[in-house]
């Protein structure tokens, strides 16, 4: 199967389970809802969970089982992204193709329900043990490493370091990458493999492969916003400038960056050498993405 079909099928299983989950009650807080699923249900690349169901498949094929944790790490990325654009922080009119979630709603709202997508993240998942007859350890150990990732040694960690935005030097930068964006992207990759059943030495080399294509995924982003389109990336191109912000590019030039990219990606993918056929899909989504100008 070409890596396209792959990746069409897993978004079109993706969505179809988020819309299946989030509910709207026709209740006192239903504007609370309906600002989570204007953000949720407004289309994205949905790589996390793609990436935690290709890890899992080169364990299990029964994908259902992966299904909720998939979804609920997307639940904390779309949490993550409603964060982001408010005025507090980058301040952003636009995400997807659409105005961010509080310009749609309101301030209140979009910090409401990015916490409530959080909270239901976890609660979509750990429903799922009961109901699934998952192995307990397994989920609890997933869990607890999609929780690091989002937190204080992870994705908020890199945040904050990100908005003091001191870097002396590109290490310093890759630093924040690593916690900012790599932390979740390598924990989606890690708790599908767990979930999946992956032996230790199995998870060591999708961890490197992840921390590599979550670098890369990062150098790419601060390209595209150069040499990208809005009609591509869903938001204003030009905006790392504009705010005068550290990015890969402020200490190498963009033809250098790409080389970079490239290097990561192929790193990435030589760490799959010991899953051989199996490790197909996720060899090409990293050669995919790191090359998104599509
Ligand atoms: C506010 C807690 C909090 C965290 C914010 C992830 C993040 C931290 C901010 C998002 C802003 C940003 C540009 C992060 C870099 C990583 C990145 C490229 C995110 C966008 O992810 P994609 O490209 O987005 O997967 P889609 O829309 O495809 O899901």
């Given at each position: 199967m070409l890596i396209e079909q792959w990746l069409f099928n897993k978004t079109k299983k993706v969505e179809s389970y988020l819309n299946e989950i989030v509910e709207v009650k026709n209740n006192p807080q239903k504007m609370l809802y309906e600002s989570m699923n204007y953000s949720l249900l407004s289309g994205g690349k949905r790589l996390r969970p793609i990436l935690m169901i290709g890890a899992y498949e080169i364990f299990?094929?029964?994908?259902?089982?992966?299904?909720?944790?998939?979804?609920?790490?997307?639940?904390?990325?779309?949490?993550?992204?409603?964060?982001?654009?408010?005025?507090?922080?980058?301040?952003?009119?636009?995400?997807?193709?659409?105005?961010?979630?509080?310009?749609?709603?309101?301030?209140?709202?979009?910090?409401?329900?990015?916490?409530?997508?959080?909270n239901k993240a976890f609660e979509v998942a750990l429903e799922t043990i009961e109901k699934y007859d998952l192995d307990v350890k397994r989920a609890a150990k997933a869990l607890s490493v999609i929780g690091k990732s989002s937190g204080t040694e992870g994705m908020i960690g890199g945040q904050i370091v990100d908005i003091n935005g001191k870097f002396n030097n590109i290490d310093e930068l890759k630093y924040m990458y690593s916690l900012k964006t790599?932390?979740?992207?390598?924990?989606?990759?890690?708790?599908?493999?767990?979930?999946?059943?992956?032996?230790?030495?199995?998870?060591?080399?999708?961890?490197?492969?992840?921390?590599?294509?979550?670098?890369?995924?990062?150098?790419?982003?601060?390209?595209?916003?150069?040499?990208?389109?809005?009609?591509?990336?869903?938001?204003?191109?030009?905006?790392?400038?504009?705010?005068?912000?550290?990015?890969y590019l402020s200490f190498i030039d963009i033809e250098e960056a790409k080389k970079h990219v490239q290097q990561y990606t192929d790193e990435a993918i030589d760490n799959l050498n010991i899953f051989a056929g199996k490790g197909i899909y996720l060899s090409e989504l990293a050669k995919y993405l790191t090359n998104r100008d599509h």
């Open positions: 299990d094929n029964n994908i259902e089982k992966v299904m909720p944790f998939a979804c609920a790490m997307e639940m904390i990325h779309t949490y993550s992204l409603i964060h982001d654009d408010l005025p507090a922080m980058d301040d952003d009119d636009y995400r997807r193709g659409r105005l961010s979630n509080h310009k749609m709603f309101n301030e209140a709202t979009a910090i409401l329900a990015g916490d409530a997508l959080l790599g932390a979740i992207i390598k924990s989606s990759v890690v708790a599908g493999a767990i979930l999946g059943g992956a032996k230790e030495e199995e998870i060591f080399f999708l961890e490197k492969y992840a921390e590599l294509l979550g670098l890369a995924f990062q150098i790419e982003d601060d390209i595209l916003d150069i040499i990208g389109t809005q009609e591509k990336l869903g938001k204003p191109i030009g905006s790392d400038v504009a705010n005068e912000k550290i990015t």
